[in-house]
């Protein structure tokens, strides 16, 4: 049996309960800016921008920033 794809996987939240703050963090990270970059626009720490990612990507069931970025991107979020 072969595995489905990432973005046909099912994930632990729904994109409508994703936050605006979620979101406003997913769209900095998909632009490439680095993370000291992103917390300074946020006007939050770098460890508070790692942990937030963090938390995102555990609610969607993704083990990397990328892949929730890549799943947000292809769903029009970002």
């Given at each position: 049996?072969?595995?489905?794809p990432q973005?046909?996987?099912?994930?632990?939240?729904?994109?409508?309960?994703?936050?605006h703050?979620d979101?406003?963090?997913?769209?900095?990270?998909?632009?490439g800016?680095?993370?000291?970059?992103?917390?300074?626009?946020?006007g939050l720490?770098?460890?508070?921008?790692?942990?937030?990612t963090?938390?995102?990507?555990?609610?969607?069931g993704?083990?990397?920033?990328?892949e929730?970025i890549v799943?947000a991107?292809?769903?029009?979020?970002v």
């Open positions: 049996m072969t595995a489905l973005e046909l996987r099912p994930h632990r939240v729904p994109p409508r309960e994703l936050s703050d979101l406003q963090l997913l769209r900095l990270l998909a632009t800016l680095p993370v000291d970059a992103v917390a300074r626009r946020l720490s770098e460890r508070t921008v790692r942990r937030r963090r938390m995102i990507c555990d609610r969607l993704f083990s990397t920033a990328i929730a799943w991107a292809r769903r029009g979020l």
